[in-house]
């Protein structure tokens, strides 16, 4: 059974402070996605790392898969409060079978 | 530009009762799934389908059913409704490339009383 682990569950930090989330399994990934959501709303994709050891940048964002894919992380430098929102890691072994992450709340203060 | 249409967005229903969550996309794709949001957590996959005519269970396909009869249209079908069901409901499709963005649909909430 596929499952992908993210931690922290929950995150609270300073406005300007750098934050890392991980995204954890014990299977091979074909691709893995992270997702953010605002409430109220469905998840919008932030960015897709394919290749083991990949790392793909998005403004503040950056984003990396491990070298055997079987695990991500996402680093945000000098966090906005802007960047609140929760955080999800999506993934499948196959093209066709997407599973996600228990999610990353992150709630930057002023 | 619709994209990833739900029906309804609200809905009520007292254990026992049967419902059918509706889903269209207008984007020709071929993946379309179906997962459920509890409160603070991350996405649970109920059903998915590549295609008209196959589906194929996910995490969580307890007391649901799907169809998928064609490429636009993937219902989500609850026989017997139960509390445990009261969740947020969202539909997404993507095309077919394997890494493809999974476009989301904005939600059905669904509570069970």
């Known amino acids: 059974t596929q499952l992908l682990e993210q931690s922290p569950q929950f995150l609270s930090i300073q406005e300007g402070e750098n934050l890392t989330v991980y995204c954890n399994s014990s299977?091979?990934?074909?691709?893995l996605q992270w997702y953010r959501q605002e409430p109220g709303e469905g998840p919008v994709l932030l960015v897709t790392v394919v290749t083991g050891g990949e790392v793909k940048k998005l403004k503040r964002l950056t984003f990396q898969f491990g070298d055997a894919r079987k695990d991500s992380s996402l680093h945000i430098t000098a966090a906005q409060p802007g960047d609140t929102g929760l955080y999800l890691c999506a993934g499948g072994s196959s093209a066709s079978k997407i599973i996600f992450g228990s999610g990353t709340r992150l709630s930057i203060r002023p | 530009n619709a994209g990833v249409t739900q029906t309804p967005k609200f809905r009520i229903l007292k254990i026992g009762q049967s419902m059918t969550l509706q889903c269209t996309q207008d984007m020709n794709h071929n993946y379309m799934y179906w997962y459920r949001q509890d409160p603070g957590m991350g996405l649970k996959l109920i059903y998915y389908s590549v295609g008209a005519g196959i589906t194929d269970k996910g995490e969580v396909p307890n007391g649901y059913n799907v169809s998928r009869s064609t490429t636009e249209d993937f219902p989500l079908r609850l026989e017997l409704a139960a509390p445990s069901q009261t969740s947020v409901y969202f539909c997404?499709?993507?095309?077919?490339?394997?890494?493809?963005?999974?476009?989301f649909g904005e939600g059905s909430r669904l509570t069970v009383l």
């Open positions: 997404a499709s993507r095309g077919a490339m394997n890494t493809g963005e999974l476009f």
């Open positions: 299977s091979v990934f074909s691709s």
